[in-house]
């Protein structure tokens, strides 16, 4: 579908920094916040943050909560059903 592909396209090529935001959200269902996607991929916050932003404006992840760390708040960040589906590599005939 249109949608499927746009969302493809957004989630970047294999290997992109973009992607492996993707697919590491993908590993944990319960989401992660930008801290633990920074830590995971070993990326710092500037470089993190804003491939996080672009596949939230796309549709491919949300905000799924919060948790307390240290004291402080963050988002958990989680896909979406788009961002499953790319992940999956699915949905070319949907």
Do not use: C, F
Not at 15 to 43: C, F, S, Y
Not at 52 to 61: F, G, S, T
Not at 77 to 92: D, F, N, Y
């Amino acid at each position: 579908s249109t949608s499927y592909d746009a969302a493809e396209k957004m989630a970047g090529k294999a290997g992109t920094k973009r992607r492996n935001v993707l697919i590491a959200l993908g590993h944990h269902p319960n989401g992660l916040t930008d801290k633990e996607l920074q830590a995971l991929l070993r990326m710092g916050g500037s470089t993190e943050r804003p491939r996080r932003i672009e596949l939230h404006r796309a549709k491919l992840i949300h905000a799924s909560g919060d948790r307390q760390v240290r004291g402080t708040r963050q988002v958990v960040w989680s896909l979406t059903a788009l961002g499953e589906i790319v992940v999956e590599g699915g949905g070319r005939d949907a």
